[in-house]
């Protein structure tokens, strides 16, 4: 151990809590192949990375997002980038592709920057307790509004956060999750139905400025420019907003709770926040376009916490024809479930699969690790396409928030990781802040 990163405290780091809000039994987590039957379907819960890298990579064809999930999510996502297959989803990827690559990530680093310093000016001097969870819903709402949209008033008015976050947590609420931990985004309650009516129909209206004005300078215009070049100009307009729709869901909520689960940790490891605030401070004094590169000890612990507290905690595939996977018949129409959750912190991979050890993420630790044994973005070709932002952005939260605050644990339990769509604390993150 290097002698600048202190001793790490693990015990708070618990499993089993979250392992019985899931319903998967203790042994889950030592086993690599489970098969239930769930509502008519059967479902193989596969852990075994060899396994997985045939489901998502060497045999990609064969495996699609399950078409019962697709049906519920279209009435949200439409036929946007996450919800789309084939050739459509083929040719949306291609055109969104080069929008998220490190070069362009690069120039969100700015406005990213600008949300999180005007978060932290907001808050209260002095000792206080805080909800982080909800801190960092605010600030990945607004980073979203800020990079992708032009940062354009009407996503941003705090009535807009009102309507999107009804939407959202619709989403996050809806029964069948208990199927298959995807959202049920068409029906809900009156107040999401008005948010996403509210979402599309401002986006709607951007869309249609953007095509009118032929507008590139921001990343919404060249998608809209894209896509007019590509589509039919109804068809065209539709998949902007199935879109942009997508990047607010799949990119908003997941990085919060990246950031949240990383600070709880951070919180009950005074000595190591230390360490990351020297780094932070450092960092924040250079060029804010290569922050987040300054930032090794603060990325090691991301990616830790993206272990121990997968946002993504399951992605799901249904299998288009007869295959063998580790030794064991799959048949067409079975689903397989691949839980992050459960490989990152399955026996076999891992050793003392439950401590946090940002060690594990720096230097050489990580070469022996198999390709497809962490997955906190998936892999293959449906890897999130917001990864490197999603990286970016979170470190140059976290400097942020380090830099300017403490964080403790308050008193009470360890909050109980809720995995629905995404792997969220029960109750919020209660945290106490107190001034550097
Ligand atoms: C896909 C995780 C942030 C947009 C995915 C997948 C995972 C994931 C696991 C693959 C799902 C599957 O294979 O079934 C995460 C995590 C994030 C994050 C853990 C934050 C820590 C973002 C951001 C954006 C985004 C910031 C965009 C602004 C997407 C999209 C897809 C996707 C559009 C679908 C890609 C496709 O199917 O081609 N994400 N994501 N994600 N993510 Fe992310």
Same mark, same amino acid.
């Given at each position: ?246 990047f607010y869901v799949a990119g ?37 376009e290569t922050l987040d590169a300054? %930032?090794? =000890?603060? *990325? /090691?612990?991301? !990616? ?5 507290? &997968?946002?993504?905690?399951?992605? #799901? $595939? ?24 459960? %490989?990152? =912190?399955? *026996? /076999?991979?891992? !050793? ?5 050890? &940002?060690?594990?993420?720096?230097? #050489? $630790? ?54 629905r769509v995404t792997l969220r ?12």
């Amino acid at each position: 151990r290097s002698r600048d990163w202190p001793p790490v405290w693990t015990s708070f780091v618990g499993r089993r809590a979250s392992n019985s809000v899931y319903g998967w039994p203790d042994e889950a987590f030592d086993i690599a192949w489970r098969t239930r039957r769930v509502l008519g379907h059967t479902v193989h819960l596969v852990s075994e990375p060899d396994a997985i890298g045939r489901v998502l990579l060497d045999n990609k064809a064969n495996y699609e997002r399950p078409a019962l999930v697709r049906r519920l999510l279209r009435g949200g996502l439409g036929d946007g980038l996450f919800n789309a297959e084939g050739e459509s989803w083929r040719e949306q990827r291609r055109i969104v592709a080069p929008t998220f690559s490190p070069a362009a990530v690069a120039g969100f680093a700015k406005p990213i920057a600008h949300v999180v310093q005007e978060q932290v000016a907001r808050w209260p001097a002095g000792t206080r307790p805080m909800d982080m969870a909800a801190e960092a819903t605010s600030a990945t709402m607004g980073i979203i509004a800020a990079t992708l949209f032009g940062g354009d008033s009407r996503l941003t008015a705090p009535a807009a956060a009102g309507h999107i976050t009804a939407m959202l947590d619709a989403a996050g609420r809806a029964r069948l999750t208990a199927l298959l931990g995807m959202p049920a985004l068409g029906p809900g309650s009156s107040r999401a139905r008005a948010g996403g009516r509210f979402l599309r129909d401002t986006l709607g209206a951007l869309a249609d400025e953007r095509a009118r004005t032929g507008g590139r300078d921001d990343f919404f215009g060249g998608l809209v420019a894209a896509l007019h070049a590509r589509y039919p100009a109804p068809q065209a307009r539709e998949l902007a907003v199935d879109n942009a729709v997508t990047f607010y869901v799949a990119g908003h909520e997941t990085t919060a709770n990246a950031l949240t689960w990383t600070i709880y940790l951070l919180a009950a490891q005074p000595l190591l926040q230390e360490t990351l605030r020297v780094e932070a401070l450092a960092a924040l004094g250079g060029d804010v376009e290569t922050l987040d590169a300054r %930032l090794p =000890r603060l *990325r /090691a612990v991301l !990616d830790e916490a993206l272990r121990l507290y &997968p946002p993504a905690p399951r992605l #799901d $595939r249904e299998a288009m024809a007869d295959d063998e996977l580790a030794g064991h018949a799959v048949r067409r129409g079975d689903l397989v479930s691949i839980w992050p959750y459960v %490989l990152h =912190r399955h *026996r /076999a991979w891992w !050793d003392q699969p439950d401590a946090f050890d &940002p060690e594990r993420f720096l230097g #050489d $630790r990580r070469v022996g690790m198999h390709r497809y044994q962490y997955l906190p973005f998936g892999a293959g070709p449906r890897v999130c396409v917001g990864a490197r932002f999603a990286v970016v952005e979170a470190l140059i939260v976290l400097a942020h928030w380090l830099a300017a605050r403490r964080f403790s644990l308050r008193g009470g339990p360890p909050p109980v990781p809720v995995g629905r769509v995404t792997l969220r604390p029960a109750g919020g993150m209660p945290l106490e802040l107190a001034p550097v």
